[in-house]
């Protein structure tokens, strides 16, 4: 099935890692505004896999699943690159939510609740909590993000070679410790929440089972974990 030019059989392997493909995009989805239909990030993703088959050259040393979720990941961003899928609007209410708990976080001492969250920003909890539900996706990055001055696509500026690794860089230990820091500051459903969905890469459905809460209620608190990392990690 696969040859140093690729797979010999495409829609085999379509087949098989469709499910790899839906994984990937409802993963993907917590990170997302809800403008963002999950169909969209499966056909695209769809379409990285079939750019992975063609691609696939084993003498590059991974196995095809790891060198495919690459490609389906860089599709779906690239998909998303097609459109301006988060507003100014959301950006700056992200930016005004992590603003907020910076500040009250000097004020208080300890991680604001909720309630004084939305109290500093001079609005009801409900509204603070449809702000983070609409918010949510502000923190994956920024349209900018998907492009160089070049105007490569996601696929030429993140494929496997023996330059640049970009785990590598990610590694660095200063900022993981930052990180790790940063992660046992948050108060302890939202540090569950980070933990069930980064560590055992659950989606929002199985998340909310757990928590006994709501799948938006899942996106709010993620939302709102995400801010106080952003706000902890304010340098790196």
């Not at 085999?12 to 990937?24: D, F, G, T, Y």
């Not at 449809?130 to 070049?150: P, T």
Request: glycine share 6%.
């Amino acid at each position: 099935m696969y040859t140093a030019n690729g797979l010999t059989d495409k829609n085999q392997c379509l087949q098989e890692h469709a499910p790899l493909v839906k994984r990937i995009a409802h993963h993907m989805m917590l990170k997302l505004p809800n403008s963002v239909e999950v169909d969209d990030l499966i056909q695209a993703g769809m379409i990285g896999l079939l750019d992975a088959a063609s691609r696939y050259d084993e003498l590059r040393g991974a196995q095809f699943e790891t060198y495919a979720a690459q490609r389906i990941r860089g599709a779906m961003l690239d998909e998303l690159r097609g459109a301006d899928w988060l507003p100014r609007s959301l950006r700056r209410d992200a930016r005004r939510i992590e603003n907020a708990i910076s500040r009250l976080q000097q004020k208080l001492g300890h991680a604001p609740v909720e309630s004084e969250i939305a109290r500093e920003m001079g609005i009801s909890l409900p509204d603070y909590q449809q702000m983070l539900q609409e918010a949510r996706g502000s923190q994956l990055m920024y349209y900018e993000d998907f492009r160089n001055e070049e105007q490569e696509s996601f696929f030429d500026r993140h494929d496997l070679s023996d330059a640049a690794n970009p785990l590598e860089m990610l590694q660095d230990e200063r900022f993981r410790a930052a990180l790790v820091a940063a992660i046992e500051r948050l108060p302890e459903r939202e540090r569950q929440l980070m933990g069930m969905h980064y560590e055992q890469d659950m989606n929002l459905r199985e998340i909310g089972e757990v928590m006994g809460v709501s799948e938006s209620r899942v996106c709010q608190v993620h939302s709102q974990a995400v801010a106080r990392l952003r706000t902890y990690l304010r340098g790196y």
